[in-house]
Nanobody
């Protein structure tokens, strides 16, 4: 198993930036595909980004492509989400997720992930 803890959320102004972190413990971090998801108030959880075990391959939801960057540091057992040009529509609870399937192209679907953090709140003011 792996335990995941998100951090770095907060209140930011329109157009601002935040960097979220996901600290992992337990089974070898590099054995997992990692992803970020988010849930806005009154809406279903949606995919944001995903990264392969090595960090060589990344994928992004269309809504964040060009603005967000996912990365990982396996030596530190940590994954990151750099969020730039933030919009009010980005306001949500952001979740870190880990999946055991080591796909060459990381999956955006929730079913590919086995472990989840409890989330960190990101609020973007208009």
């Amino acid at each position: 198993q792996v335990q995941l803890v998100e951090s770095g959320g907060g209140l930011v102004q329109y157009g601002g930036s935040l960097r979220l972190s996901c600290a992992a413990s337990g089974r070898t971090f590099s054995s997992y595909t990692m992803g970020w998801f988010r849930r806005a108030p009154g809406k279903e959880r949606e995919s944001v980004a995903a990264i392969s075990w090595s960090g060589a391959s990344t994928r992004y939801a269309d809504s964040v492509k060009g603005r967000f960057t996912i990365s990982r540091d396996n030596a530190k057992n940590t994954m990151y989400l750099q969020m730039n040009s933030l919009k009010p529509e980005d306001t949500a609870v952001y979740y870190c997720a880990a999946g055991a399937a080591l796909l060459s192209i990381p999956a955006l679907r929730e079913s590919a992930y086995d472990y989840w953090g409890q989330g960190t709140q990101v609020t973007v003011s208009s």
